[in-house]
């Protein structure tokens, strides 16, 4: 059993269970997010409760004693996870005292396996063998050599805890534990095969059957009792188990280990060795936790499950979709009155064998997915920030609990329909004796990790089947024990002290790509997780025909609660055939795919931090950085007021001697001549340096910016238009009137809206209203390719809205609160007044100014 420490932890893949961490919600609502009456699972505590029997894992229970694995002590009260040089250091005493007493069980436990060793093979050379050499070398396969192992770390950790010193080293050992992980990788190649020995000898064998049912593990040396009972399968697994377990633990004591100690790079070092081991047998393990035998003596493993929304009659729903090594099988949770233990009902299924992935020009168009309106899922995730900040607000002010329950719930259900209705990516399967499926996902990655799981155990010889009722129902119930993801991904069900991500702007430059068997066209796309799903965020140029791509491309991707990065590498297809018929876009093929955690404290340095990700033999290497939001609020005056960028608006046109600044107008007129079908034109980053080239040209009113136009991507000439709004001195809309902005847009009445909504843009200095209204203008016409381009009016006001209304510092010091409100309530309502006017019928400069005010009041 993992710690209380991590509490919560669903079991997910053994890689996520490092990260992941959610504990409230998926049980509360049925797929449609009805809401439910919420039981417990029988004998459940904070975490579900893992069955015994042979066909599950062969983990203890939380309420076995002694022979679990060991339970971190309690931290003395008022002794939070706070990193403080001091506490830090006490955490990292608990965490190791904890890490040591459980390292006595395993052991333990391993002495235990060892011990029937010996006289089993002393009778493999008598006329009687119990087991012959083979079997005994097959079932215990490098035990020894992992006891030995642990054996010595434990000896040379043990002291170093007994005799605690602030300033002991103990990284070394951690280090040297994680090199010797290929022993591991040994034991889990083997581990199967040892099993179904060990299975077999008991079955041919009552001698055998009566020593592997009943080993005596010695209890810790402060334990009441003298030893506990196990049986060999479940020792067996405990190897397996350990180094997830030592992978958590590297985890905390970085957590809690001063940057500066001599310790920090060795553990960094270890759990780097950790991460990666566990990620290459991540997908070879076929841990026994996860089988169901068949009414026919079968073994049926559980490979994956997961949270996926479904087109089912034309509307969206969420079901619990569960892949076994022979069948895909979907599901949703019943409604069950007090008191009943909840359970699955399957809403359909398919044999592996008779399931098909329709390749884009086969696929018959779907059922027509209505988008949800992007302005509704705003208004959702505005909505859900808000209530962030009062449980927050309420947290502070200890308030009653029963209120933060009732916040937590509302956040919940704006969550849930965030999740729901927000996936737009296609994911088709098909039984090719009938019906096709249509999931909608969010992410290119999770469309990739399911088809990749499938196609994988396709590759054994499977056979087509019909389950039974009797089959099926054995099938379904199996599934609310077998099931690895336990919550619906939302951060409401996220604990309470968990790091609640980063707020503001990640830069990331994308360098260069190694590890391609063969040359071709490669792109590499960005995506980070955003209100519990994954969002994809940038993308490079396509690097042609090459088997070593040098991007060198920086992107400003923005983080709302951010935690982690996906780098997706794809094969760009220029085959005009093979178009997904779902949307409308030519199938690339993904090459490699891989994730990283953004640790605050590695990121949240003004350097950049290198790293490489590694994906399918493929290795990427990118650099990154993070600004905060509250800096990337900033709007800085240029010191040079000979340029463009940074310089008030109406310097710039006066020494123009226009209406609108050049930059202004060329790159409205470059985006609209062959960027205005582009999809996520405005959205998807440019090239940072590109956008910093020309940045340069405009200031230095160089006579070459045209030809450099006509030569630049058109995602960087976008983003060079959004640079110039977003970096002058004063916002488009002014310092002096963003107050009157904010009241006006909040106004109930309709007709006093727009009086004032108008008023206030006759106020403007002319150059800025112009400017405005031109811009205006392009928007409109941009949304107009909406089927194209993907960019409605509110995506685009989304984009455009704080760029051109966010106050400049001096403004903005009485506005802020944290991150997260910021972006909830102003950068909202900045949108809002964009939105506004993009909604509007055509708004005239000369209209304006001939018109008169129905009030006159200063604003």
């Known amino acids: 059993m993992e710690p209380l420490s991590h509490r919560?932890?669903?079991?997910?893949?053994?890689?996520?269970?490092?990260?992941?961490?959610?504990?409230?919600?998926?049980?509360?609502?049925?797929?449609?997010?009805?809401?439910?009456?919420?039981?417990?699972?029988?004998?459940?505590?904070?975490m579900p409760y893992i069955d015994e029997s042979p066909t599950m894992s062969p983990q203890l229970s939380a309420r076995s004693q002694g022979g679990g694995d060991g339970i971190l002590p309690t931290p003395p009260e008022g002794l939070g996870p706070a990193v403080e040089a001091g506490k830090g250091l006490e955490m990292r005493k608990l965490v190791l005292s904890g890490f040591l007493a459980s390292e006595e069980i395993y052991i333990n436990q391993l002495e235990a396996l060892l011990l029937p060793m010996k006289p089993l093979k002393?009778?493999?050379?008598?006329?009687?063998?119990?087991?012959?050499?083979?079997?005994?070398?097959?079932?215990?396969?490098?035990?020894?050599?992992?006891?030995?192992?642990?054996?010595?770390f434990y000896d040379n950790l043990c002291p170093k805890v007994q005799q605690w010193d602030s300033q002991v080293t103990l990284g070394h050992l951690f280090q040297k534990l994680a090199?010797?992980?290929?022993?591991?990788?040994?034991?889990?190649?083997?581990?199967?095969?040892?099993?179904?020995?060990?299975?077999?000898?008991?079955?041919?064998?009552?001698?055998?059957?009566?020593?592997?049912?009943?080993?005596?593990?010695?209890?810790?040396?402060?334990?009441?009792?003298?030893?506990?009972?196990?049986?060999?399968?479940?020792?067996?697994?405990?190897?397996?188990?350990?180094?997830?377990?030592?992978?958590?633990?590297?985890?905390?004591?970085?957590?809690?280990?001063?940057?500066?100690?001599?310790?920090?790079?060795?553990?960094?070092?270890?759990?780097?060795?950790?991460?990666?081991?566990?990620?290459?047998?991540?997908?070879?393990?076929?841990?026994?936790?996860?089988?169901?035998?068949?009414?026919?003596?079968?073994t049926r493993q559980l490979v994956k499950d997961g949270f996926l929304v479904e087109m089912a009659e034309s509307s969206r729903k969420l079901r619990h979709v569960f892949l076994f090594t022979d069948v895909l099988l979907c599901a949703k949770l019943k409604k069950t009155s007090v008191g009943k233990h909840q359970q699955?009902?399957?809403?359909?299924?398919?044999?592996?064998?008779?399931?098909?992935?329709?390749?884009?020009?086969?696929?018959?168009?779907?059922?027509?997915?209505?988008?949800?309106?992007?302005?509704?899922?705003?208004?959702?995730?505005?909505?859900?920030?808000?209530?962030?900040?009062?449980?927050?607000?309420?947290?502070?002010?200890?308030?009653?609990?029963?209120?933060?329950?009732?916040?937590?719930?509302?956040m919940f259900e704006n969550e849930f329909l965030l999740l729901l209705n927000s996936p737009t990516i296609p994911f088709r399967i098909h039984n090719r004796n009938g019906k096709s499926y249509l999931f909608l996902l969010s992410s290119d990655y999770e469309r990739s990790e399911w088809r990749e799981a499938i196609q994988k155990l396709q590759k054994k010889d499977l056979q087509a089947f019909v389950l039974s009722s009797v089959e099926l129902q054995v099938l379904t119930g199996s599934c609310f024990k077998l099931r690895t993801v336990h919550n619906i991904p939302v951060t409401s069900n996220k604990d309470d002290d968990e790091a609640p991500g980063l707020y503001g702007f990640l830069h990331v430059i994308v360098h260069s790509a190694k590890g391609f068997k063969q040359s071709a066209n490669l792109y590499c796309t960005l995506e980070v997780d955003s209100f519990g799903y994954f969002v994809s965020k940038a993308k490079t140029r396509v690097f042609r025909d090459t088997t070593e791509p040098q991007w060198n491309e920086e992107f400003e991707i923005?983080?709302?609660?951010?935690?982690?990065?996906?780098?997706?590498?794809?094969?760009?297809?220029?085959?005009?055939?093979?178009?997904?018929?779902?949307?409308?876009?030519?199938?690339?093929?993904?090459?490699?795919?891989?994730?990283?955690?953004?640790?605050?404290?590695?990121?949240?340095?003004?350097?950049?931090?290198?790293?490489?990700?590694?994906?399918?033999g493929i290795k990427v290497e990118f650099s990154m950085k993070f600004t905060s939001r509250d800096m990337s609020l900033k709007r800085t005056p240029s010191k040079k007021q000979t340029g463009v960028f940074g310089v008030k608006i109406s310097v710039v046109t006066k020494r123009e001697r226009s209406k609108v600044p050049y930059i202004v107008r060329q790159c409205v007129e470059e985006v609209e001549k062959r960027g205005i079908e582009e999809i996520g034109i405005y959205r998807i980053s440019g090239v940072a340096t590109d956008i910093q080239a020309l940045k340069a040209v405009f200031d230095a009113n160089n006579k070459d910016v045209l030809v450099m136009l006509s030569d630049m991507d058109i995602n960087a000439i976008a983003g060079t238009l959004k640079l110039y709004f977003r970096e002058l001195p004063?916002?488009?809309?002014?310092?002096?009137?963003?107050?009157?902005?904010?009241?006006?847009?909040?106004?109930?009445?309709?007709?006093?809206?727009?009086?004032?909504?108008?008023?206030?843009?006759?106020?403007?200095?002319?150059?800025?209203?112009?400017?405005?209204?031109?811009?205006?203008?392009?928007?409109?016409?941009?949304?107009?390719?909406?089927?194209?381009?993907?960019?409605?009016?509110?995506?685009?006001?989304?984009?455009?809205?704080?760029?051109?209304?966010?106050?400049?510092?001096?403004?903005?010091?009485?506005?802020?609160?944290?991150?997260?409100?910021?972006?909830?309530?102003?950068?909202?309502?900045?949108?809002?007044?964009?939105?506004?006017?993009l909604q509007h019928p055509p708004i005239s400069f000369a209209e304006l100014k001939r018109n008169t005010l129905y009030f006159s009041t200063d604003v």
């Open 8 to 46: 919560g932890l669903p079991r997910l893949s053994w890689i996520d269970t490092l990260y992941s961490n959610f504990s409230y919600g998926a049980d509360d609502y049925d797929g449609e997010g009805n809401e439910e009456q919420k039981v417990p699972p029988e004998g459940s505590e904070t």
């Open 122 to 152: 002393a009778t493999a050379t008598t006329s009687q063998p119990v087991l012959t050499i083979q079997q005994i070398e097959t079932i215990f396969y490098k035990i020894q050599d992992i006891y030995e192992i642990h054996k010595e």
């Open 179 to 298: 090199s010797q992980l290929g022993v591991y990788k040994a034991f889990v190649d083997n581990y199967k095969i040892a099993l179904e020995t060990a299975e077999k000898c008991s079955q041919s064998n009552n001698q055998f059957q009566k020593i592997s049912e009943e080993l005596k593990v010695k209890a810790p040396k402060d334990s009441k009792d003298s030893h506990t009972s196990i049986t060999m399968e479940a020792l067996l697994y405990k190897p397996i188990d350990r180094v997830t377990r030592s992978t958590l633990v590297l985890h905390d004591l970085l957590k809690h280990t001063p940057v500066d100690h001599p310790d920090y790079p060795l553990l960094q070092d270890a759990l780097r060795i950790s991460q990666n081991f566990l990620s290459s047998i991540n997908e070879d393990i076929d841990p026994r936790r996860t089988a169901v035998t068949t009414p026919k003596g079968e």
């Open 344 to 410: 699955y009902d399957c809403k359909w299924y398919i044999p592996l064998a008779d399931l098909v992935f329709p390749s884009p020009e086969e696929s018959e168009p779907s059922p027509q997915v209505h988008p949800f309106p992007d302005h509704e899922l705003e208004d959702m995730k505005m909505k859900i920030s808000a209530l962030k900040s009062e449980i927050q607000k309420e947290r502070a002010n200890k308030g009653q609990s029963r209120a933060i329950e009732r916040l937590k719930k509302k």
């Open 558 to 616: 923005e983080l709302e609660g951010s935690q982690s990065l996906r780098i997706l590498c794809y094969e760009k297809c220029y085959d005009k055939t093979k178009v997904n018929k779902d949307n409308n876009e030519i199938v690339d093929k993904i090459m490699g795919k891989g994730q990283i955690q953004l640790d605050p404290q590695t990121v949240q340095t003004k350097n950049w931090h290198m790293d490489v990700i590694e994906m399918n």
């Open 730 to 837: 004063e916002p488009l809309l002014t310092d002096r009137l963003y107050p009157a902005f904010m009241e006006g847009i909040a106004l109930s009445d309709p007709a006093a809206k727009e009086n004032c909504m108008m008023h206030l843009l006759r106020t403007l200095p002319d150059p800025n209203l112009i400017t405005f209204l031109f811009l205006l203008e392009h928007l409109k016409r941009v949304a107009e390719k909406e089927p194209i381009n993907k960019m409605s009016l509110h995506n685009l006001a989304t984009v455009f809205g704080p760029t051109l209304l966010r106050p400049s510092e001096v403004e903005s010091k009485g506005h802020l609160t944290s991150a997260s409100d910021i972006w909830s309530h102003d950068v909202m309502a900045q949108v809002q007044v964009l939105l506004y006017y």
